[in-house]
């Protein structure tokens, strides 16, 4: 089994190459991205392993099946970059749902705390020895109300961890699960009640820029909007107009709506043309991250096997659970 392997990072490589081994199957590692262009390197493969920067749309699509590619195996559970209509029938869409919920919620709670208290700035100071306390005052988090949107396992991950602060959880998701203990409420409720708005729903046409201007105009004054999820789901300049306007407290981002070229890569030495995102970035109220709340090394592993795993069933023609097809009405 041959599986070409599209945007690899160093981090990437150790545990694909060790479950390889124990799976049978080569991974061919590439730097570049999946695009119409860059196809021909799958040649003489299976199938490719892609991560949410890669593109899947139609036309690449067409490419990977005119070379016989039967396989296009996400090792990350969001999908959105795949037109899984033009995928139907021709080749099998596979993904990671579930690798770490716990990672992803520690890193937006990491956030969270250090947006409230100031670390960021701190330690910026320090690292100049400056020692003074001025401008570091910073806000507790017990007795607040911490709004969860989308109560999958991530999303209840951060609600055990924001009750272990002392927190009211308040929970919105269309789909709620009766056994979760959470305190599902109305949309509207959760953004007029949360001091701490924290996203944990995939992308979806019915869920891009869920939080927009009428959005962030409902949301308590002051309160917090925390992305881990999906750039999209929030409306990037609604978000830079709420904080300059002092609607909002902060932000705390793993993610951008514009972020395919820019995260994951090294661009210290150039000058970054998304002014929104140069003008977030400034914000002394705002930590942005390079959408690695998923890295740690449980969860690499974890993406590794299951990747594998999925490889093997399909490629085998046995059935996967963990196969994405196209929603029909």
Excluded: W
């Amino acid at each position: 089994m041959k599986m070409a392997f599209f945007d690899t990072k160093p981090y990437d490589e150790r545990g694909f190459r060790e479950a390889g081994e124990r799976y049978g199957i080569e991974y061919r590692f590439f730097e570049t991205k999946l695009t119409a262009h860059t196809c021909s390197l799958a040649a003489g493969c299976d199938g490719v392993v892609v991560f949410v920067s890669d593109t899947v749309d139609r036309e690449v699509i067409d490419r990977l099946c005119g070379m016989g590619i039967r396989l296009v195996a996400l090792r990350c559970a969001g999908f959105n970059n795949v037109d899984l209509k033009a995928a139907e029938g021709r080749v099998t869409v596979v993904r990671v749902p579930s690798y770490s919920p716990s990672a992803v919620a520690e890193h937006a709670f990491a956030l969270l705390l250090c947006l409230c208290r100031r670390i960021h700035r701190a330690y910026l100071r320090t690292r100049e020895f400056n020692f003074s306390l001025n401008g570091l005052t910073g806000k507790g988090l017990k007795g607040k109300v911490a709004g969860i949107v989308g109560a999958g396992q991530i999303g209840r991950a951060f609600a055990e961890i924001a009750a272990g602060f002392g927190m009211e959880v308040l929970a919105y998701d269309p789909f709620p699960a009766a056994d979760s203990g959470l305190a599902y409420r109305s949309l509207d409720e959760v953004l007029k009640r949360s001091d701490v708005l924290s996203l944990h729903c995939p992308l979806t046409a019915e869920t891009r820029h869920m939080i927009d201007g009428q959005a962030i105009t409902a949301m308590r004054d002051g309160a917090v909007l925390i992305n881990t999820s999906r750039g999209a789901l929030v409306d990037s300049e609604a978000l830079l107009h709420g904080l300059r306007s002092g609607k909002l407290g902060g932000a705390c981002l793993d993610v951008y709506e514009e972020e395919t070229e820019l995260f994951y890569e090294d661009l210290s030495d150039r000058t970054v043309r998304d002014e929104l995102l140069a003008t977030l970035i400034s914000l002394p109220n705002v930590i942005v991250t390079s959408h690695q709340a998923f890295l740690t090394e449980e969860a690499l592993t974890a993406i590794a096997e299951i990747t594998s795993r999925n490889v093997v069933t399909v490629l085998k023609r046995e059935p996967c659970e963990n196969e994405v097809r196209e929603k029909r009405a």
